[in-house]
């Protein structure tokens, strides 16, 4: 909102102007192309908008809607026209609308359901699979809102961000929290979450590791998502597999020995493979478990 007068002024607006402040522009939008962080968008579609983001709309005379009510109005791909103050200099502007594609989609598994197969064909039905890798006993998913909504209660997540800020689970949350809001730019990206370690040798130390937790890396390299995670496990040939994540800690397994658990792990829990559907493809020699 631009109601304190120093920043109006600040952003070369009149008595008479009004607007909202850009804060940032989500760099896959096609929006990016056009507006830019510190712009005002003073109008949308011909709707001139207040400092608190609001609209008239003709279908009701004389009442105020958030100016999101415009862009319900039209379809993913309608150019909308946007004026713009800019450097103090007013311009009209085209803004392409779409539709983001979430890092964390909206759609995956039942919160009910389980992590992994199997499951009932039935339960398949109108879900999108989930993605998942078993390495050792590790489990890494492609995070979803249903399964980070299984794995969190929500309620308890915004007392504890408004408590103990020093708490290892609260800075976890928070970075959980913040992935559901970004978009995804390529299409393998994605974001990679350890979602279970089961009880095995090579697993030891690791037992009480806090989950869900983001996988920002693996052997070194920056985890674009988890069909990325297969690939380098697939083709390293280094003695380690080092999956680095985002709390600061790392899960390493010996190569070998994670390659021999994950047969073990699966064998001894009813997973009848250790990759899903969509990455047997990049499974490679790690994953050939022997019969």
Known sequence: ELDNDALRALHGLGDKDNGVLVRDVDRHSPAAEV?????????????????????????????????????SMKFAGDEMPARVMRDRAVMELPVKLWVPKLLVPRNGFDSQLPFFPPVAEEQRRGAELLSYAVIGGVVLLRATQPLLANKLDTEGIMEDLSGNTNDDGVRVTASLLQALEKTRGAGDEDVVVVGHIFAHDSMMGYEELGLPRIVVGVNGESVRGLRHVCEVVSTSRERFISLELSCGTSVVMDRA??????????????????LSEDLLDVGGGFWELPR
């Not at 829990?269 to 250790?274: D, R, S, Y």
């Open 35 to 71: 507006l830019r962080k510190g712009d005002v968008l003073m109008a949308l579609d011909g709707h001139s908008i207040a400092d608190d983001g609001s609209v008239e709309v003709e279908e009701l005379p004389g009442q105020r809607l958030p100016m999101q009510h415009l862009f």
């Open 257 to 274: 020995e994670a390659k021999r658990a994950t047969g073990e792990v699966c064998g001894g829990n009813g997973i009848t493979q250790p």
